[in-house]
Nanobody, 123 residues
Framework: QVHLVESGGGSVQAGGSLRLSCAAS????????MGWFRQVEDKEFEFVAS???????NYLDSVKGRFTVSRDNAKKTVYLQMNNLKPEDTAVYYC?????????????????WGQGTQVTVSS
């Protein structure tokens, strides 16, 4: 059974940094695209960043230059380095697997999701 476990969330002041990790247990992690999404309360999921199986990255415009997504296939882990955090980045952050290997921005193209980790940025 596949598991995705996010970690690294927490509370920081504006301008601070956090690095989120998402550890996968599936045997074919390297063939999956991986995405990061966030959700504020009961609002819709918002795409944040993705990385394809080939390492191509994609970002939400508001996080470009501040966030970096990367992956370590040997460790079956995807990372989201978040710098210069802003209060509007406050959300629960989720990682998700795209079994087709792509880096889509669309929620419905992701097949498996983690449980999420809270990020809170205070002003």
């Amino acid at each position: 059974q596949v598991h995705l476990v996010e970690s690294g969330g927490g509370s920081v002041q504006a301008g601070g940094s956090l690095r989120l990790s998402c550890a996968a247990s599936g045997r074919t992690f390297s063939s999956y695209g991986m995405g990061w999404f966030r959700q504020v309360e009961d609002k819709e999921f918002e795409f944040v960043a993705s990385i394809t199986s080939g390492g191509v990255t994609n970002y939400l415009d508001s996080v470009k230059g501040r966030f970096t997504v990367s992956r370590d296939n040997a460790k079956k882990t995807v990372y989201l380095q978040m710098n210069n955090l802003k209060p509007e980045d406050t959300a629960v952050y989720y990682c998700a697997e795209n079994w087709a290997g792509g880096g889509s921005r669309r929620v419905e193209e992701y097949n498996y999701w983690g449980q999420g980790t809270q990020v809170t940025v205070s002003s």
